[in-house]
Structure formats: C-alpha cells, structure tokens
C-alpha cells in the first residue's frame, strides 16, 4: 500500500488510518463499551480453566436431589452463584467455557465467509464478463433462501454438529462479503494508482492482492464485526434446534435448548444463558456501528 | 418503465431456474440411497427398490430428471412427503396460512410501533429520546428471538398468568377450517360452542407476534431514523421552515413522505428475516405453520418437504423482493432510468 499512497496530499501532522480509527472509536461511548464487553468475553474465554470455578461436565449431585437456584433465591448455595441445571452442574461456569464456543463460531464463520467472499468479489471485480454474471447469480440465489433456512437445510446434509453448523452458517454469509468486495473493486479498478501500477507491470495477481484488497478493506471489516454477531446468534439458534452443537457442550444456545422444558421449574437455567448471548451479540454490534462511524467517510458528518 | 420491468424480470427469472437447480442437487447430496432418502425406509427388497427407482425416474440420466423437475415445479408438483404420503404443495398450503397470519401480524406490530418512533428519534435527534429508542433497537436487532420467545413465556404466561404459552386456539374450541386464518375462520364458525374462539385466537396471537416483530421493528425504527434525518437535511426543509410552517406539518407532510419511500423498500425487503424467524417462533409457541414443520421435516428425515419448502420460499422471498423493487423504480425516477 505504500507505493500508493505517495501522491497523497502533504498533511502537517500525520496521523497514521488506524490511530483515526482509534480517536474516533474512543469518542463512541457505545463503541467502546462492547469493545469492553469483547476483551471481557476474550478473557473469559482464554482463562475459563482459571476463573471457573467447576469444569463445565462437573457433576454435584446434592443439585440433583435438591435444586440449587441462583444466590439470590431462597434455598441457593453459595458455592453455585447463578445456581446448578437439572443435572447438577454450575451455570456460571458452564456460561464461562461457553464464551468459548462463541467466539470460536464467530472467528471460524467469519474466516471461511470473508475468505470465500473476497475471493468471489475480486474475481468477479476484475474479470467481468460471464464470470462476475455467474457468481453475482449464485450469490443472488444463496440470498434468497433465509440465511437460518438455508443453514439448516446445509445441516439436514451434513448432519448436526458444532463444526457442520459453522460452515452452514458461513456460506450463508458469502454473498454480503462478495457484493462488498465486487463494489469496492469496481470503484477502486478505475483510479490512477491502479493503472499507475498496471503500467509499472504488476500482474494481475498482485493488483488484486497488494494493490486493490487493501482499499476494499474498509466495507469488509464492518461487516466481518457486524457478522460476527450474527454468526452467533445463528450458530446459537441452530443449537437451540438442535442442529448446532450436541447436549453436554456447553454452547449457549444447546444450553437453551436442554433447558426450555424447565422453564417453569428453574427459570434461571433458561434465563442466564440467553443473556450470554444478547451480551455478547450487542457488543459486537456495538462495535461494529463504532467502526463504521469510524471507516465510512460518508456518515462522517 | 417497461424496459426497466424487463431487466429485472430478466435477473429473475434464471435466478429462479437456478434455485430449481439448488434444490434438485440439494436432495442428491444427502448421504444414502437416493430412493431410501425419497421413501423414507430402511431395507427395501432389490425388487422393490428397482421398481420405485423406475418410478421416480431416478434410472434416467441426471438432465432428464432435472428437467422433469422443473416440468413438475412449474405445475406445482414438489413430490410426496416421506411421512404423510401426501403431496409436498398441499401440505405446504394448508400450514401456510398460520405462518402468513403471524407474519402479518408481525409486520402491523413492528411498523405501528417502529414507524412513529423512528420519526421522532430524527426530529428529536441527539435527545434522551432518541438515545433510548436507538439503544432499545440495537438492543431488539441483537435478541436471540428464540431466548425472547422463552422469557416472554416465563413472564406473561407463568408468572403472570396472562397469556397462552403455545398453539393458535384453546383447546376448548373446534374451529371448521376454511380459510386457515384462525382469526377468519373463527368468525366464520356459526357453531354456538365456538363463542368466544376469535378472541382466544387473538390471545394466542400476542407473544408470537411480538416475538416475530421484535427484529423487523428494530429495522424499522433505525431505517426510519436515518431516512428522516436525511430528508430533514434538505434544501427544501429550509424552505418550508423559512416559509413558517408548523413542525407537525413539516414533518407528517414535507419530510415523511419522501423518507418513506426506502422505509418501505426495508420493510419490504423484510419477508426473508420473517420466514427465517418464523422458524423460531413457530418452534417455541409450537406454532402449526411452516416454520416448525420446516425443522421437524429435518427431524423426520423428510427431504421431500424439505426440499420442496425451500423451493416455495426462496420463490416467496424472490417475488416479494422483485414486487419492492418494481414499486421502487415506480416511486423514483432515479432508479428506473439508471443505465
């Protein structure tokens, strides 16, 4: 990217993209605290061995006998502060390794689908023709099945399971990256430092790589945030189907699901979970809004 | 225009071809013998099995039988379902309309609500109001619906006692169906005994609805939002403000009008989000409409229905897409003349 950024115009003080992102982020009360609530999640992902205070298959069969609700209701145990399920384990910390999974799902559908997604956009960008048309069709097609619809029906092939469930859900994500990438390839293909650089002799590879892809980047990075919200949600809703990840797994939404049939007798068991993931999709949407403000010189206003 | 209403009838139609396509090399990717997968049993004798697969046409070559299956789609033919033995479409139709009522529904209640106050958080831009009806939408847009859907239960209907916690009617009542729209067919009913049943198919209506609404009406608040605080940056505001026209009037008349043109493209273009959501709602109100007898069919190992369910919405999404878009050009120049 250096090559072509020479031309710019002579700023007095320079202040680097990323440091721009960053001042305009921290003036974003919303942004900043689901930035906070990530690093929290993050942290309570890699320390859960640490901060939980069970492992998350720890069996307490005095819970079993007799239920042992959240700290605040009659007959709890303090050992169990958001209480123990109908098996007897401890919530909270079933909830601490399960911001494990989450993140994991979000990382792995955003990898595989902005991956794809670009891979489709700049190839459709920068060849046209019956390329671009057969692509942008399928991506056409993909977007009108409803993205849970078709992730099931992915699932109903694959069979149920954590690792099937990511790659339903991430294809169902590929066509928003390759629209994106495809628009922003289209706007950047015609400006003077890619025929600058065409004429210096850079192939075709290296104009789609070094030169074009980091000016898309922008449009791309928003939505990679704003889908790694909905990858959880919709990672979560396969589990709670029963579709996602499998029962002792401690996924929020397989949570859900082996807790819906006690709603009457130990609401918290539905209700701690749930909030998980509001929590942790709210933040990410948080931020995702922030870094748009941030990245989108059009909203700047 | 009429050039305009071709192009897109033109993107549209191999589009739909294409998830014809879909469709058709879905079922052939599930894992087992083809006829097994159609039938649904286990262990059928060699004879049997020849037969059934000269029956399904699954011993031609793979363009005829593709092109036998757009042949039967085009007349409404999705093949049999593997449990019921009935035709794909019929069961499609008769639980459609409980999904089509509760969609309905879904969209009164997110645009009533979201409509009126996405005005007000533009003209009151900046205001506690505003922050609380964007924190309140972003909040609504981020709800895992099914977990909403479990505490709205918890709350109104266990703890407070107030509303049904699944189906569309009590079971005190047996309703003629005729339309399928229990609201309808309730008033329809002249039975003495089923006094009474309208009400309680609007009573099971509430939590679903809102449910079902929650996402679309965070949409919409935040669609209509962004549309008025565009509109209201125009020349032609000043004007009217300089000419010293009333808020109200400036707003309900000058403004609205125009901003509603992409509001209604997005509320439009919602149909997708509420079958997907349908999905949900439908699994956890056990909801008799598409939606749940979409998961149960993976359940059951129905790829039949499966199959045939996907085909009917995405053709569903698409034609609703194509309607928000045909009316769009027709409201804005802009767009129909582009290229």
């Given at each position: 990217?250096?090559?072509?950024?020479?031309?710019?115009?002579?700023?007095?003080?320079?202040?680097?993209?990323?440091?721009?992102?960053?001042?305009?982020?921290?003036?974003?009360?919303?942004?900043?605290?689901?930035?906070?609530?990530?690093?929290?999640?993050?942290?309570?992902a890699?320390?859960?061995?640490?901060?939980?205070?069970?492992?998350?298959?720890?069996?307490?069969?005095?819970?079993?006998?007799?239920?042992?609700?959240?700290?605040?209701?009659?007959?709890?145990?303090?050992?169990?502060?958001?209480g123990?399920?109908?098996?007897?384990?401890?919530?909270?910390?079933?909830?601490?390794?399960?911001?494990?999974?989450?993140?994991?799902?979000?990382?792995?559908?955003?990898?595989?689908?902005?991956?794809?997604?670009?891979?489709?956009?700049?190839?459709?960008?920068?060849?046209?023709?019956?390329?671009?048309?057969?692509?942008?069709?399928?991506?056409?097609?993909?977007?009108?099945?409803?993205?849970?619809?078709?992730?099931?029906a992915?699932?109903a092939?694959?069979?149920?399971?954590?690792l099937?469930?990511?790659?339903?859900?991430?294809?169902?994500?590929?066509?928003?990256?390759?629209?994106?990438?495809?628009?922003?390839?289209?706007?950047?293909?015609?400006?003077?430092?890619?025929?600058?650089?065409?004429?210096?002799g850079?192939?075709t590879?290296?104009?789609?790589?070094?030169?074009?892809?980091?000016?898309?980047?922008?449009?791309?990075?928003?939505?990679?945030?704003?889908?790694?919200?909905?990858a959880?949600?919709?990672?979560?809703?396969?589990?709670?189907?029963?579709?996602?990840?499998?029962?002792?797994?401690?996924?929020?939404?397989?949570?859900?699901?082996?807790?819906?049939?006690l709603?009457?007798?130990?609401?918290?068991?539905?209700?701690?979970?749930?909030?998980?993931?509001?929590?942790?999709?709210?933040?990410?949407?948080?931020?995702?809004?922030?870094?748009?403000?941030?990245?989108?010189?059009?909203?700047?206003? | 225009?009429?050039?305009?209403?071709?192009?897109?009838?033109?993107?549209?139609?191999?589009?739909?071809?294409?998830?014809?396509?879909?469709?058709?090399?879905?079922?052939?990717?599930?894992?087992?013998?083809p006829?097994?997968?159609?039938v649904?049993?286990?262990?059928?004798?060699?004879?049997?099995?020849?037969?059934?697969?000269?029956?399904?046409?699954?011993?031609?070559?793979?363009?005829?039988?593709?092109?036998?299956?757009?042949?039967?789609?085009?007349?409404?033919?999705?093949?049999?379902?593997?449990?019921?033995?009935?035709?794909?479409?019929?069961?499609?139709?008769?639980?459609?309309?409980?999904?089509?009522?509760?969609?309905?529904?879904?969209?009164?209640?997110?645009?009533?609500?979201?409509?009126?106050?996405?005005?007000?958080?533009?003209?009151?831009?900046?205001?506690?109001?505003?922050?609380?009806?964007?924190?309140?939408?972003?909040?609504?847009?981020?709800?895992?619906?099914?977990?909403?859907?479990?505490?709205?239960?918890?709350?109104?209907?266990?703890d407070?006692?107030?509303?049904?916690?699944?189906?569309?009617?009590?079971?005190?009542?047996?309703?003629?169906?005729?339309?399928?729209?229990?609201?309808?067919?309730?008033?329809?009913?002249?039975?003495?005994?089923?006094?009474?049943?309208?009400?309680?198919?609007?009573?099971?209506?509430i939590?679903?609805?809102?449910?079902?609404?929650?996402?679309?009406?965070?949409?919409?608040?935040?669609?209509?939002?962004?549309?008025?605080?565009?509109?209201?940056?125009?020349?032609?505001?000043?004007?009217?403000?300089?000419?010293?026209?009333?808020?109200?009037?400036?707003?309900?008349?000058?403004?609205?009008?125009?901003?509603?043109?992409?509001?209604?493209?997005v509320?439009?273009?919602?149909?997708?989000t509420?079958?997907?959501?349908?999905?949900?709602?439908?699994?956890?109100?056990?909801?008799?409409?598409?939606?749940?007898?979409?998961?149960?069919?993976?359940?059951?190992?129905?790829?039949?229905?499966?199959?045939?369910?996907?085909?009917?919405?995405?053709?569903?999404?698409?034609?609703?897409?194509?309607?928000?878009?045909?009316?769009?050009?027709?409201?804005?120049?802009?767009?129909?003349?582009?290229?």
């Amino acid at each position: 990217m250096t090559d072509t950024t020479l031309a710019a115009t002579p700023v007095a003080k320079t202040i680097s993209p990323a440091h721009e992102v960053w001042l305009s982020l921290k003036a974003n009360k919303g942004a900043l605290a689901g930035l906070v609530v990530i690093v929290v999640l993050v942290l309570a992902a890699v320390l859960a061995d640490v901060i939980a205070p069970y492992g998350y298959a720890e069996v307490f069969k005095e819970c079993v006998i007799k239920q042992c609700p959240p700290f605040w209701q009659e007959g709890s145990d303090s050992r169990f502060v958001l209480g123990a399920d109908a098996v007897g384990r401890d919530l909270l910390s079933r909830i601490i390794y399960g911001s494990r999974y989450s993140l994991f799902i979000g990382t792995i559908v955003v990898t595989i689908s902005l991956a794809a997604g670009i891979l489709f956009g700049l190839l459709s960008g920068f060849f046209r023709g019956s390329i671009d048309i057969l692509t942008m069709r399928a991506m056409d097609i993909i977007l009108s099945i409803p993205s849970l619809l078709l992730a099931l029906a992915i699932v109903a092939i694959l069979g149920s399971g954590l690792l099937n469930a990511m790659i339903a859900v991430a294809i169902t994500y590929i066509p928003h990256y390759a629209r994106l990438a495809r628009a922003a390839v289209l706007t950047e293909l015609p400006k003077d430092y890619v025929t600058a650089s065409r004429v210096a002799g850079a192939g075709t590879l290296r104009l789609m790589l070094n030169t074009v892809l980091p000016n898309c980047l922008a449009p791309l990075i928003v939505q990679a945030t704003l889908s790694f919200s909905t990858a959880i949600l919709d990672a979560a809703a396969l589990g709670f189907l029963g579709y996602g990840a499998q029962a002792p797994t401690p996924e929020w939404g397989t949570m859900l699901a082996d807790a819906r049939n006690l709603i009457r007798s130990m609401p918290w068991v539905v209700t701690f979970p749930g909030l998980a993931i509001l929590i942790t999709v709210l933040a990410f949407n948080l931020l995702g809004d922030g870094l748009r403000d941030a990245l989108d010189p059009k909203l700047k206003r | 225009m009429l050039r305009f209403v071709l192009t897109r009838l033109g993107l549209v139609i191999p589009t739909f071809l294409g998830i014809i396509l879909l469709t058709f090399v879905l079922i052939r990717l599930v894992p087992g013998d083809p006829v097994e997968v159609r039938v649904g049993e286990r262990g059928i004798s060699p004879e049997r099995h020849a037969e059934l697969l000269h029956e399904m046409g699954l011993d031609r070559p793979l363009y005829v039988q593709f092109f036998d299956y757009v042949g039967g789609v085009l007349q409404g033919d999705l093949g049999i379902s593997v449990i019921t033995h009935r035709p794909v479409m019929d069961e499609f139709l008769s639980l459609f309309p409980a999904t089509i009522e509760l969609a309905i529904f879904a969209m009164i209640f997110s645009t009533l609500i979201g409509l009126p106050a996405g005005v007000l958080a533009a003209v009151k831009r900046g205001s506690a109001y505003d922050h609380v009806v964007m924190g309140t939408s972003l909040t609504g847009y981020s709800m895992p619906i099914f977990w909403w859907g479990l505490l709205l239960i918890l709350f109104f209907s266990v703890d407070l006692g107030w509303t049904p916690v699944a189906k569309r009617l009590s079971d005190d009542f047996f309703i003629d169906e005729v339309t399928g729209f229990m609201l309808i067919d309730t008033l329809l009913s002249d039975d003495p005994e089923s006094k009474g049943s309208f009400l309680s198919a609007l009573h099971h209506l509430i939590l679903p609805t809102i449910v079902l609404g929650t996402v679309p009406l965070a949409v919409t608040a935040r669609m209509t939002r962004s549309a008025m605080l565009e509109v209201l940056g125009e020349d032609y505001i000043r004007t009217a403000k300089a000419k010293g026209l009333g808020v109200y009037r400036i707003v309900a008349i000058h403004a609205l009008r125009n901003a509603l043109v992409p509001v209604v493209t997005v509320i439009g273009l919602q149909v997708g989000t509420l079958m997907g959501g349908a999905i949900l709602t439908e699994s956890v109100f056990s909801w008799p409409g598409i939606g749940k007898w979409l998961v149960e069919s993976i359940g059951r190992r129905d790829y039949p229905a499966l199959q045939g369910g996907v085909l009917v919405i995405a053709a569903l999404v698409m034609t609703t897409n194509l309607v928000v878009d045909l009316m769009y050009g027709l409201l804005n120049p802009r767009i129909r003349h582009k290229r």
